[in-house]
């Protein structure tokens, strides 16, 4: 079984608005990613985790905030989102970090739209 | 910086053809390959990876090829099918301080005419 879930599917906020990206895997990996894809653009990434703690992060603006409560469970808190932060997001899993382990396993997406 | 590119953004074949789709990369440290595909509407799904010390990995209708002297990593799917139309990626992995981190490279629109 390699399924990463996400939910919403879909997502449409305002400006003022704070919501939250939902992934989930029960595979047992314990490094999961979260990145974002611009239209027939390729994956960027945001965010790793690694054992629940937060490995990387390339550069993201604060108004995205990720969260690990548990090995199987990977948040993106949003808040004060602008127009250009709509993509769809994706959530991503691996056994681990290290060489050998490192394959990534991408879920659905959330679609999200800032009005 | 280091970058990730395909030579043909897009790539069109008839059922039953074999498809060829080539990715260049430059950043001479990375270690491990993967190609996905992406269906419209979808997550990238994995397809086959290689590593840096291999320069050949075969699936289901599916082989990979490494070239790490001239930096290139090709995705052949033999007896392409209406099904495999998407947009494929080729994405590297760097050792050291990028670990985990996968750069991805523009994508191929591949189109399968029945």
């Known amino acids: 079984d390699t399924e990463v879930t996400q939910t919403p599917k879909h997502l449409v906020m305002g400006m003022t608005n704070k919501k939250s990206l939902k992934c989930e895997q029960h595979?047992?990996?314990?490094?999961m990613y979260w990145y974002k894809q611009k239209a027939k653009k390729p994956p960027e990434l945001m965010f790793v985790?690694?054992?629940?703690?937060?490995?990387i992060n390339e550069s993201v603006p604060s108004r995205f905030s990720p969260e690990c409560p548990n090995s199987s469970l990977l948040n993106l808190h949003l808040h004060a989102l602008q127009p250009e932060d709509s993509a769809l997001y994706l959530c991503?899993?691996?056994?681990?970090?290290?060489?050998?382990?490192?394959?990534?396993?991408f879920g659905p997406g959330t679609r999200l739209l800032v009005l | 910086g280091e970058s990730v590119g395909l030579h043909l953004p897009t790539l069109s074949v008839q059922e039953g053809d074999n498809s060829i789709i080539n990715c260049a990369y430059s950043?001479?440290?990375?270690?491990?390959f993967i190609w996905y595909k992406q269906e419209s509407g979808k997550g990238p799904q994995f397809i086959i990876d290689i590593r840096s010390n291999m320069d050949k990995r075969q699936g289901q209708r599916v082989t990979v090829l490494l070239n790490k002297t001239v930096k290139h990593l090709s995705l052949q799917i033999a007896a392409t099918q209406p099904g495999d139309s998407a947009v494929y990626f080729c994405a590297e992995k760097a050792g050291g301080t990028s670990y985990g981190k996968l750069t991805f490279g523009q994508g191929t629109i591949l189109t399968v005419h029945p």
């Open positions: 595979m047992g990996h314990r490094a």
């Open positions: 950043n001479s440290a990375s270690d491990y």
């Open positions: 991503a899993s691996s056994q681990a970090l290290f060489r050998g382990l490192e394959t990534q396993y």
């Open positions: 985790y690694s054992y629940e703690k937060l490995s």
